[in-house]
């Protein structure tokens, strides 16, 4: 399962930001990171996942569903020496009546002004302060210019994913997921970009980067969008190829 960082947890502190100019001095109080995750031993979340897959060499586009659990472990350090939380992740079937099984684990930073998230030797900066419409950051800056090469050394989809700019696009908003509405949602951007996605000419090149997170206030992570693949026409034959992957998750359960 290629799935990125999906589950952020939080500083505890409150901070201040002074905004200047030539003309005036302005105080921006913002909203703490520890609003997004509340933070400790046995909480967990559970999300839906639907997998985009591509089967048949390529050829064929298919969905596989899933459940997936997020578990907050124990406080630990992390590869740097500083303080951080290990997650353990699980799997079930797409009704979570199956057993768990375990399929991960993910280290969660909490720094002064960021949250850094490390899963499969990925490090992404998937929250910055201060949480304001509009701020950027470079999210995937630790990530490799073609994280994705060894899965597929031709593919183009992940080129400069490290140069994405992350910004907030709309902060404590409601928003309605699947038929839940949640009153303060924050949004968190990454990529969205796409061309002959999806496919309606396939004698043409086709590509899409689709990445957005949103998280709850007091309860964390409620979607998640993270999609990269591309078509190749096959200038042979009816039928071109596709390559790539992308998860689909929404929360369905917390504590």
Partial sequence: MRILSILCLSVLTTTTFTLTSCTKKEDFVSEPLSDYIPLQTGKYITYRLD???????????????????????????????????????????????????????????????????????????????????????????????????????????????????????????????????????????????????PVTDVSIYGSKSRSVAMYSKDIGLVYRKYELWEYEPNTSGPSGYYSGFGITLWMVDHN
Wanted: proline residues 6%.
């Fill in 51 to 197: 997998s985009l897959v591509f089967t048949n060499f390529g050829r064929n586009i298919e969905t596989h569903r899933y459940q997936v659990k997020y578990v907050v472990d124990a406080p630990i350090t992390d590869n740097e020496g500083r303080p951080a939380y290990r997650v353990y992740t699980y799997m079930s079937d797409s009704t979570g009546t199956d057993s768990w099984t375990p399929a991960g684990t993910c280290i969660i930073t909490p720094l002064s002004n960021s949250i850094e998230v490390t899963e499969n030797n990925f490090r992404v900066v998937a929250l910055h302060l201060p949480v304001r419409d509009g701020f950027t950051w470079k999210g995937n800056i630790y990530l490799p210019t073609d994280p994705y090469e060894t899965l597929n050394p031709t593919n183009s989809y992940d080129n400069g994913m490290n140069d994405w700019e992350f910004h907030y696009d709309g902060v404590m908003q409601p928003v309605t997921i699947q038929g839940y509405t949640y009153d303060s949602v924050t949004t968190v951007e990454q990529s969205d970009d796409a061309f002959n996605a």
